[in-house]
């Protein structure tokens, strides 16, 4: 996919998200007014905060997509980061004020009527949710954009929560157990807090480059997929990822006599395969150079200068690749 299509179906989404949040919001506080639960309070506060949210992550989408300049070498994509960090924020924020809402429902007892109209707006804006929720999640990986799987998240969450508050108000209805509402009310906020962790948390080890062991094998796994006979080693492989980009280095032993050319060829095809799994991803290769003590080590069968045949096999695998080079792992002296 284009880079300029990926930016348009985020702008696209995050307008669409923004939309529906405020859409979501006016509904749910209707639902509120008319029979005062603190319940769907409890869901109307977290619209507020998805409206809130989205902003964020438009400015974040719009900001992360401009290329690198003098004062960002390395681009702007940290910043849907901090967007996930400031959203998760304010779902904290949120919850703290459901949670005070409820407690003094339950001090001084909740007042409720036409809850069976509230259940219909509730189920309404649940239901949008759920569809919009899966819709920011799935473009969001399709173009590598946290902060659109981060509001999705939230949306999902959203929807969960209405369907909480759904069979709360039915018991409340069935059993006239008015207290139940505010009660119901805690446990959505607890939810809601538990979800604003879960992003604050994200946010954090994205910003801090946080290594994802999935991430780092699928790097691995593709790279020994197309390796060549004479890459003698890779090692000290690393990753870290800004927005939609990934950033990747590591070590390659390559035959000494190799040239520049050659060794630059090897760098493009190693660009363009990794590219196909990581698109827009940045790749930094160092060259390391072999010994004729490293012979031993070696597969390459066309060698010309070979001192002695190959003896040492080791496996190809991540462990191996994020470490050091083979030869400072291995006894073989």
Not at 83 to 103: D, P, R, T
Not at 307 to 328: M, R
Request: contains cysteine; aromatic residues 12%.
């Amino acid at each position: 996919m284009e880079r300029f299509e990926q930016l348009n179906l985020r702008k696209k989404a995050a307008i669409l998200s923004m939309i529906f949040g405020i859409g979501m919001f006016i509904t749910k506080m209707t639902a509120y007014f008319i029979t005062g639960s603190v319940a769907i309070f409890s869901d109307a506060a977290e619209s507020v905060v998805h409206v809130a949210a989205t902003g964020m992550a438009l400015f974040s989408i719009i900001l992360s997509s401009k290329p690198a300049d003098e004062s960002h070498l390395y681009g702007h994509g940290n910043v849907e980061y901090f967007s996930a960090g400031v959203e998760g924020l304010l779902i904290v924020l949120a919850a703290g004020f459901i949670i005070y809402q409820a407690v003094l429902d339950l001090i001084a007892g909740p007042t409720l009527e036409s809850l069976s109209i509230g259940v219909i707006f509730i189920s309404a804006a649940g239901a949008v949710n759920l569809g919009l929720g899966y819709y920011l999640i799935r473009t969001g990986k399709k173009t590598n954009s946290i902060t659109l799987v981060a509001d999705g998240k939230h949306v999902l969450t959203d929807a969960i929560t209405s369907i909480g508050v759904i069979v709360g108000i039915t018991l409340v209805m069935i059993t006239d157990f008015v207290l139940l509402d505010p009660i119901l009310a805690i446990i959505v906020a607890l939810n809601i807090l538990f979800t604003g962790y879960k992003l604050i948390r994200e946010s954090i080890g994205g910003l801090m480059h946080e290594t994802n062991p999935a991430i780092l094998k699928k790097i691995s796994d593709r790279l020994i997929s197309f390796r060549k006979d004479y890459w003698i080693d890779i090692h000290e492989l690393r990753y870290w990822q800004s927005g939609e980009r990934t950033f990747i280095d590591f070590h390659l032993l390559l035959p000494y006599y190799f040239t520049i050319e050659q060794s630059h060829k090897e760098e493009k095809l190693i660009d363009e395969e990794l590219d196909k799994e990581f698109p827009n991803s940045q790749i930094k290769i160092h060259f390391d150079f072999c010994i004729p003590e490293l012979c031993k080590f070696c597969g390459y069968q066309k060698c010309e200068v070979r001192k002695e045949e190959k003896k040492i096999n080791f496996e190809w695998n991540v462990e191996k690749s994020v470490g050091k080079a083979i030869y400072k792992t291995i006894p073989w002296n």
